[in-house]
């Protein structure tokens, strides 16, 4: 019987250990998907968009794209679209120089213009009282409107990535409106100069959900571009460590990828209900810094996921 307890103490002991080894690896690896998971959802809904347009031989880079129909139950590049905006959107490429977005006269009628930067979070948002041209431009890290130099009447804003996305919003004030609310669309217009214009990237279709590999594959070459976004604390999960990172990984670390990332995804199905506050009038707060550099990693993949692009609280 002495045995016996001996032995079940001594397995206890050794599962108790590996657990608590444990304990770190999985907390990194939690953070490396929480991490990256805002960064793969740009790619794929980048990607997304010049596949669509690859048949009309355009060059998707820095190409505004108007929509001018009300978005539906089928539409699902943006996860949980409104139905009474016009939609117009383009996937910056900021690396060879800066591009200029013309905001027309609106007379009264609401529209944003939201630059959101290569993990989703909304850089700055142009409004309807913004008329005129805007200059948009790679900041490396620097992020937000450019102090005017002396005499200087260009505006201009920084963007910290060299991927950006700008995504305009057109309010329509119902069905007798669509025309109207078109032709304030159109206003909006995106210059490139030539100088600007890289060739077209390599596009296929990426699955809402990856796997692991997938996940480190299309999110660590975005990481090696802008190092803002690098984790240093996390290379030995893979996280801003190649596109072939995970395939390098030991093969505990890929199983313990495997295992957990389902279940975070799971957990982020919620996440937007789960951090939503609901008020006495019906309507819910979104969980704080939503859209922002102050949000979270587990709230900006839960934006990823289940409202992707979404707007800050104050807009």
Do not use: C
């Amino acid at each position: 019987m002495r045995k016996l307890l001996v032995a079940l103490l001594l397995v206890f002991a050794v599962v108790g250990g590996g657990w608590l080894w444990l304990k770190g690896p999985i907390a990194e690896t939690s953070e490396a998907a929480l991490k990256a998971f805002p960064i793969y959802s740009i790619v794929r809904a980048r990607n997304e968009q010049l596949l669509r347009i690859a048949h009309t031989g355009q060059n998707g880079s820095n190409l505004l794209i108007h929509r001018t129909n009300l978005s539906g139950p089928r539409d699902r590049t943006v996860t949980t679209p409104n139905n009474d905006t016009l939609y117009s959107t383009a996937f910056l490429d900021l690396a060879s120089g800066p591009v200029t977005l013309t905001i027309p006269k609106l007379d009264g009628r609401y529209a944003s213009a939201a630059v959101m930067d290569a993990r989703t979070d909304n850089v700055f948002i142009l409004r309807e009282t913004d008329e005129g041209t805007v200059t948009i431009e790679f900041g490396d890290g620097q992020a937000g409107a450019v102090p005017p130099a002396d005499g200087e009447t260009t505006r201009r804003y920084r963007v910290p990535s060299k991927e950006g996305w700008l995504l305009i919003r057109t309010l329509v004030d119902g069905p007798a409106d669509l025309e109207a609310a078109r032709k304030a669309q159109a206003g909006f217009v995106l210059d490139v100069p030539e100088a600007s214009r890289r060739p077209q990237r390599e596009a296929v279709t990426l699955p809402v959900l990856p796997d692991p590999a997938m996940l480190l594959r299309r999110a660590n070459p975005v990481i090696a571009e802008n190092p803002y976004l690098a984790a240093p604390a996390l290379a030995a999960t893979g996280y801003g460590q190649g596109a072939e990172a995970f395939d390098k990984l030991s093969v505990w670390r890929q199983w313990l990828w495997r295992i957990l990332l389902p279940r975070i995804f799971d957990k982020l199905k919620s996440g937007l209900n789960a951090g939503a506050r609901s008020t006495d009038d019906g309507w819910s707060n979104p969980p704080p810094g939503i859209g922002t550099a102050e949000a979270t990693d587990a709230v900006r993949s839960a934006v990823a996921l289940g409202g992707l692009a979404a707007l800050p609280k104050g807009e």
